[in-house]
């Protein structure tokens, strides 16, 4: 479970990203985080793996105290924390099979890393994952040679590879057509599911696919968690703290098709404006 208690995050320049947040993340839930742009959800997924360093609050991921941590405590913390970011953050020049095994750069020593050399273990765990994303032809690619979604199931397959205590997600459809979008949602519901008690929290504008595929939603505005609840609880309402005022009954409609089967009932239809393993075997 990741606990996060009293979360502030200031900047030099006085802005405030997040007052105060306090949220509990059970094992095996899928969150989404939604909210205009500048709300706090980037910084706050930043914050729970360090990337941000919190102002104040504490945040713990199953008894470990994340924000007391050294250097070396917190190398060693970020290898239960899986990130999985929008702009892929692949290595180009490097082939799919060397991006997913870089996520396995926190467990071997340094003359491994430098010269790539991983455990057969770990080639047989990345090849398995790839089959799994539908990538398992493209282990000899470049990543330069990817479409995005491809892209980011590279990515996903890479923070897997570590085998994650928590997945945190950020706006991992932005950059993707709405089908493609809902493919790689599906997907990261469905391995969550399959890698209990891996969590997961993504932070996504598009309401309609976190209401399709979260199981709790919060929102923030300015910093503050304004909502936290299930995904039919987001009427215009609640939308309208979230977001501003704007007609929003007019966005919220019944699916009746183009939804999975599973997904909630009503769903708010609207994106909120905001600015060959023998060749492997050299790895071994």
Known sequence: MLRIRGLTKRYRTGEVALQGVSLEIPD??????????????????????????????????????????????????????????????????????????????????????????????????????????????MADKRADELSGGQRQRVGICRALIQAPELLLVD?????????????????????????????VIINIHDVMLAQSFAERIVGLRLGEVVYDGPPAGLTAEVLTRIYGEEDWSANIREVEEDVDEGAPVHAVALQPPQPDRDRMAGLT
């Open 28 to 137: 095996s839930q899928v969150m989404a985080l939604i909210g205009p742009s500048g709300a706090g959800k980037s910084t706050l997924i930043r914050c729970v793996n360090r990337l941000v360093e919190p102002t104040a609050g504490t945040i713990s991921l199953n008894n470990t105290e994340i924000t007391t941590l050294g250097r070396s405590g917190l190398r060693r913390a970020r290898r239960r924390l899986g990130m999985i970011f929008q702009e892929y953050a692949l290595v180009e020049r490097l082939t799919v099979m060397e991006n997913v095994l870089s996520g396995r750069l926190g467990y071997v020593g340094f003359w491994q890393s430098w010269f790539r050399r991983f455990p057969q273990a770990d080639i047989d765990e990345a090849f398995r994952l790839l089959a799994r994303v539908g990538l398992d032809q």
């Open 171 to 199: 706006e991992p459809t932005a950059s993707l057509d709405p089908r493609t979008s809902r493919q790689i949602m599906r997907l990261m519901k469905e391995l969550c599911a399959e890698r209990k008690p891996l969590s």
